[in-house]
């Protein structure tokens, strides 16, 4: 089966600007996740996704911070404005039960 | 949510059982002890999980002590493609939330 895709791979933009970040879970996975992995540490849960609804999103930081899930299958991450300490690889990841699989990432770098 | 400790990092060397230790003292009745693992530029990867009997499939080993408080996970037989970032994690089997610690980094060596 088709892994977790996630695009773009790397970005890089200035701060201030606004980016985003797809992705498509693998077919029939109700469950959706956005981590945040800064370099040396471990992935950051940010937001989590049941079919198209918010189960947690005590982390995300709202005021720059979106995500959204239509139709309960792929889902975007929005940050607007971007800061320096954004710098890290945005990972997402999607499971059926109790085993989470996990995307590429995609690699933001904040100038 | 209960944390984990881990040591920073570990060697082993290619063909030998790699052992990486996890203690969790605080760690509740309803939690599960999962492990994952990252290899460098890569999302994490799903190894094992277990609540407290020992497991085992086609990657590794999971030993859980009998009072839960620590666990044990084991490579049988270790590759250089082993060479990775393992995480233990403890959370509800029904919550799928993950809380990642820094993790083990486990050298394999030729």
């Known amino acids: 089966e088709a892994g977790v895709a996630q695009s773009p791979r790397y970005k890089i933009i200035e701060k201030r600007q606004s980016v985003a970040f797809w992705c498509n879970p693998i077919s029939g996975h109700a469950t959706l996740y956005w981590y945040q992995q800064i370099l040396g540490q471990g992935p950051k849960l940010l937001i989590q996704?049941?079919?198209?609804?918010?189960?947690?999103d005590s982390q995300l930081p709202k005021d720059r911070f979106s995500a959204e899930r239509l139709k309960g299958v792929d889902s975007t991450l929005k940050i607007q404005p971007a800061k320096l300490e954004d710098s890290a690889v945005y990972l997402c990841a999607s499971s059926s039960d109790y085993e989470q699989y996990f995307g590429p990432g995609t690699r933001l770098t904040v100038t | 949510d209960a944390k984990t400790t881990q040591p920073t990092s570990m060697d082993c060397a290619e063909g030998r059982a790699a052992n990486l230790p996890c203690n969790h003292s605080?760690?509740?009745?309803?939690?599960?002890v999962y492990w994952y693992r990252q290899i460098h530029s890569q999302g994490p990867q799903y190894i094992i999980h277990?609540?407290?009997n020992n497991e085992t499939n086609e990657m590794a080993s999971l030993i859980i002590t009998e009072d839960r408080k620590s666990s044990t996970l084991i490579l049988p037989h270790a590759t250089l493609r082993d060479t990775a970032v393992y995480y233990c994690?403890?959370?509800?089997?029904?919550?799928?939330?993950?809380?990642f610690g820094q993790g083990t980094t486990l050298q394999v060596k030729p």
């Open positions: 996704f049941q079919n198209n609804g918010v189960v947690d």
């Open positions: 277990g609540l407290k």
């Open positions: 994690i403890v959370c509800p089997s029904n919550t799928g939330k993950l809380i």
């Open positions: 605080t760690i509740s009745g309803n939690e599960y």
